[in-house]
């Protein structure tokens, strides 16, 4: 990164720039690229405020790109100069938005987010986890989850797994990972030491580089959006407006009309 004290000396320029609908409500998890003689020179993901931030940039001008499940705006021209902070509003259509607010909906708010007191508490702290990132923030890729159900007891989980396996013809997946009564859902020891390099217990959520349809257990404390000490049963994850995805939470509603989809940001970088 560059440093702060350039900016201050008028050699560099900043930009914000927000994503809105057409009720001005915001829409976080856009991807927002600028863009100069057709090269995208920076890139980020917008908060929950529909905000994203650039700083260091070069002064000139720029072509701001927005895209969001599926919908790339048209290429808005901004000027970015050293003498003060530029910023822009980018309003995308509610025929485009059709998908994402049927998604956002399905969702359960933090507040009203499922309580977990028990077992499940005794999780270790996870080794990669989500969490918010805006700004030229590196390593950090939303990714969308099909969740069935979170429970703070790890044996109604399995049976979950097990039933919605024949229901809904879907393969499990547990990723190797075990329950462990002290330390909750850790990987074998063997696999930590030896595969990861990790000391025991150790778990890397799901989410990084194993995108697909398949049933698996997850530590929810892994996810920001979701309350800590549940068990959480996914049932699909990749790209949130991936068609895959989609399919999934179709396929899983005509069985478990009560699942829904989360859109979190996974850390895609080195955890060691």
Same mark, same amino acid.
């Given at each position: 990164m560059l440093p702060s004290a350039l900016l201050v000396a008028g050699l560099l320029a900043? %930009?914000? %720039?927000t994503v809105v609908d057409e009720r001005d409500r915001a829409l976080p998890g856009a991807k927002v690229e600028m863009l100069q003689l057709g090269q995208v020179k920076a890139h980020a993901f917008s908060n929950r405020q529909g905000v994203s931030e650039f700083g260091g940039l070069q002064p000139g001008s720029y072509y701001v790109r927005v895209s969001l499940d599926g919908f790339t705006t048209r290429? %808005? #021209?901004?000027v970015a100069s050293p003498d003060s902070p530029a910023a822009t509003r980018v309003i995308l259509p509610d025929e485009s938005l059709l998908w994402y607010w049927m998604l956002i909906s399905q969702a359960p708010s933090p507040s009203a987010g499922i309580r977990c007191p028990g077992p499940a508490n005794r999780l270790e702290p996870a080794l990669s986890a989500s969490g918010e990132s805006s700004g030229l923030e590196e390593g950090w890729v939303p990714v969308g989850f099909v969740v069935l159900k979170s429970t703070s007891d790890y044996g109604e989980a399995r049976r979950v797994v097990d039933v919605a396996a024949q229901r809904l013809d879907i393969p499990v997946d547990l990723r190797k990972v075990e329950y462990d009564p002290e330390h909750g859902l850790t990987f074998p020891r063997d696999v930590c030491e030896a595969d990861g390099g990790f000391p025991y217990p150790c778990y890397v959520a799901r989410g990084r580089y194993d995108a697909g349809v398949? #049933?698996?257990?997850e530590r929810s404390d892994a996810y920001r959006?979701?309350? +800590?000490?549940?068990? +959480? %049963?996914i049932v699909a994850s990749g790209d949130p407006s991936s068609p895959e995805l989609a399919a999934a939470l179709k396929q899983v509603r005509v069985e478990y009309p009560d699942a829904y989809v989360k859109s979190e940001k996974v850390y895609h970088g080195c955890i060691h």
């Open positions: 900043s %930009v914000t %720039v290429e %808005v #021209l901004l398949y #049933l698996s257990i959006a979701n309350d +800590s000490g549940c068990f +959480s %049963v």
